[in-house]
């Protein structure tokens, strides 16, 4: 007997005509602004909720002079989030734009301005991306203790695409102004 395909049964990837791979994702948030606790939590909550998203590690919690910002920035609030999606690296970056919004983020013409919110994509797998909306992957984070220390606390092995193990490229920083605050932390649902 010969068997007929069914022509109702579609699953998920014929639904759109695309396979997606699954890949790691490296989140970096900051928050020098307003409620920063606040808003680093808001923003694990709505990654968290992002549909094809799941959170596998949340950081510790670091407090950080800013970098490469105005005289009168104020400290940072500094943490990390690894995250296993099959989400396009685009909609992920437009993701994060819209998280920023929805913490009243604004956008200013002054080169790192305060913030109530920032989020970062550091790597999305293997995906490489050279443009102005999408650069991967992220082109100073391998230079900046405040993503690597977070990271490294989650992935001591990890590696950075073309630049090293992150525990290398950590020694190499200056580290002084990235500090442990045991007194926060960030929750995933
Ligand atoms: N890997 C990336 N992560 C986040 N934003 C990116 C990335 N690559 C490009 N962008 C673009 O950068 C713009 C946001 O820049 P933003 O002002 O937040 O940079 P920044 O966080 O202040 O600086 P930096 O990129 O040095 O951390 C957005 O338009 C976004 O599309
Ligand atoms: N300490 C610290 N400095 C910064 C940060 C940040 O998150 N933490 N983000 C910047 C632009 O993204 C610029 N400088």
């Known amino acids: 007997m010969t068997e007929t395909p069914n022509p109702n049964i579609v699953d ?3 639904l759109t005509g695309e396979m ?10 900051g928050s020098n602004l307003g ?5 680093l939590q808001g923003a694990v909550d ?55 919004d929805a913490y009243e983020r604004e956008r200013s013409e002054v080169r790192n301005a ?17 443009e102005d909306f999408l650069r991967l992957p992220h082109p100073r984070a391998h230079q ?12 001591p092995d990890a590696v950075f695409p073309e630049r090293g193990p992150i525990a290398d490229l950590l020694a190499d920083v200056d580290g002084s102004g990235v500090r442990r605050r045991e007194d926060l932390a960030l929750e995933v649902e």
């Open 12 to 14: 998920a990837d014929s």
């Open 20 to 29: 997606h791979p699954i890949r790691r994702v490296v989140v970096a948030l």
């Open 35 to 39: 409620e920063r606790l606040s808003s």
């Open 46 to 100: 709505a990654l968290a909720d992002t549909p094809d998203f799941f959170v596998t590690g949340v950081s510790p919690v670091y407090e950080t002079e800013p970098v490469d910002s105005p005289e009168e920035a104020k400290p940072y609030l500094n943490a990390v989030v690894l995250a296993d999606t099959t989400l396009p690296a685009a909609r992920l970056m437009e993701r994060a734009l819209a998280i920023e």
């Open 114 to 130: 305060p913030r109530t919110l920032d989020v970062d994509l550091i790597v999305v797998g293997d995906r490489r991306s050279n």
């Open 144 to 155: 900046r203790a405040f993503v690597l220390q977070p990271w490294h606390d989650l992935e």
